[in-house]
């Protein structure tokens, strides 16, 4: 789906909590984010999904 050790296939396969996840949320583009938001299944990824979006609001600035 996403290429291999990019931050999306880290965001998107590894849980939240994990270290290589929060690394890769702190690299990612704004639009790398919004990718992996539009891919993820919203059962079972509700914790990954609230801090896909908040990261979005930190790097764009809005609340």
């Known amino acids: 789906m ?3 050790n990019s931050n999306q296939s880290w965001l998107y396969g590894t849980p939240p909590g ?3 996840f ?3 949320l702190k690299s990612a ?7 992996v938001l539009a891919a993820l299944p919203e ?3 509700k914790t990954k999904i609230a801090a896909i979006q908040r990261e ?6 809005k609340k």
Do not use: H, P
């Open 56 to 61: 979005i609001r930190k790097k764009t600035g």
């Open 29 to 35: 583009t704004v639009e790398e984010l919004q990718e």
């Open 2 to 4: 996403f290429e291999r």
């Open 43 to 45: 059962a079972g990824n």
């Open 22 to 24: 929060k690394g890769a």
């Open 18 to 20: 994990d270290i290589n």
